[in-house]
């Protein structure tokens, strides 16, 4: 696939998604690299822009330089949109109470804290990123898991054995200090990689992700 078919695709598919007004998205295509540009209208069309683009064929690597754009007459003040996160991440049933605190400045909302799972984690990044007036989103959240399982590494490969999407003989599995996690070898697409780097955050005790797999197309 050349570098303009590749671009071609993403634009098509991003015109095809009715979350995304495309008109004002720019695409280039470099060797399997997609740079996103332009300007959308709130936080939650900037990433969903970008989960589009990730889910097209070819597509090795995404930059993202699209900008949030708030007309005048709905820009949000910092307050409001702290309240608004603040009862959001309440009202959730995926974040444990009172586990995040929430910061705003020029609608940049900073989350802090601690939570067990990454999974938590992700809930209290998804539940604020889709507020109005929010320019982006900080996840400072840090993950403290009540117990760190001695065979983390086995569980993984389990966990990408099962998912239909990962070739999990294409992956290897290290883990460091219990509970940090390297993930190198190939897969197909950045929807297998994203898949892969799930099955590592599902296991118990796990801190952190080092992803390190690359994307070559078949």
Known sequence: MTD?????????????????????????AEKGVV?????VASYAEKLAAEDVARRVKGVRAIAQ????RYPDHKR?????????????LAWSCEVP???????????????????????QKKAAEDAVHKLSGVIGVI???????AVTAPDVKEKIEAALTRHAQIEADAIRVSVFDGSKVLLDGVVDSLDAREAAEKAAWSVAGVQSVDDQLTVVPY
């Open 65 to 68: 330089e699209i900008e949030v």
């Open 4 to 28: 303009g078919e590749l671009r071609q695709d993403v634009i098509h598919a991003l015109e095809f998604e009715p979350s995304v007004d495309a008109a004002h998205i720019g695409v280039t």
């Open 76 to 88: 949000t003040g910092d307050d409001e949109i702290a309240e608004r996160a603040v009862k959001i």
């Open 35 to 39: 740079t996103l540009s332009g300007h």
């Open 139 to 145: 996840n400072r959240i840090a993950i403290e898991p």
């Open 97 to 119: 109470a009172d586990a995040v605190s929430v910061t705003v400045q020029k609608g940049w909302v900073t989350l802090a804290g601690k939570v067990g799972w990454q999974y």
